[in-house]
């Protein structure tokens, strides 16, 4: 199965290329997941929009520090954890 994208009119499918913005990553994946749950809770009322946006940076926050401790027990060389924060930055844990 390949994957597709919306057209410009929003009616059809066209086939995604990876000249495209937004490569299909698993990071890349992750954000999106983590923004729609964040969004649904505010659309059901749960949590103001700001919350919403700050439980995003809260989780990266989370996620780095647990990346942090994983490769501490590490018996190899391992060269760390590359992602992509919310804000663009890349960091290497």
Known sequence: MTP?????????????????????TVGG???KLASNVALGRNIAGVH??????????????????ILLDQRACYNETFGGFSLTKFDGT???V
């Open 29 to 31: 994946e992750l954000n």
């Open 48 to 65: 103001w929009r700001s919350d919403g946006t700050e439980s995003l940076k809260l989780g990266e926050q989370l996620a780095i520090g």
């Open 90 to 92: 890349v960091v290497t």
């Open 4 to 24: 597709v994208q919306p057209a410009t009119d929003g009616l059809s499918l066209l086939p995604y290329t990876e000249a495209d913005e937004g490569d299909l």
